[in-house]
């Protein structure tokens, strides 16, 4: 083979090589914009259940006071171990 016939050789495998990793890249994107969703979503979902703690324990003159600390500090277990998944590889293997 010619010098050029190489150069075009290399050319497209460069080519073909570049457009796999941009599709990669692409769909390792969308995947974390998902997690990231999810996550958000559990975030608003403990909220809400303090924020309704919250409200039913003014509507009831703090009948039960450790209720309010109690979903406080499952929102903040809930946002360590969904943020803790997140960043392990190994998800299936801690469940």
């Known amino acids: 083979m010619r010098k050029t016939e190489w150069i075009k ?3 497209a495998l460069s080519l073909i090589g570049h457009a796999a ?3 990669h890249h692409k769909t390792e994107s969308q995947r974390q ?8 979503a559990y975030i608003y979902r403990d909220l809400a259940q ?3 703690t919250i409200q039913y324990q ?3 003159n703090w009948v039960s006071e450790p209720l309010v600390p109690q979903k406080l500090d499952d929102a903040i277990d809930s946002v360590i171990l969904h943020m803790g998944m997140e960043q392990d590889d190994d998800k299936e ?3």
């Open 9 to 11: 050789v290399l050319l």
């Open 21 to 23: 990793i941009f599709i």
């Open 33 to 40: 914009a998902l997690r990231y969703e999810l996550l958000n």
């Open 50 to 52: 303090l924020e309704m």
């Open 58 to 60: 003014m509507d009831n």
């Open 93 to 95: 293997a801690v469940l």
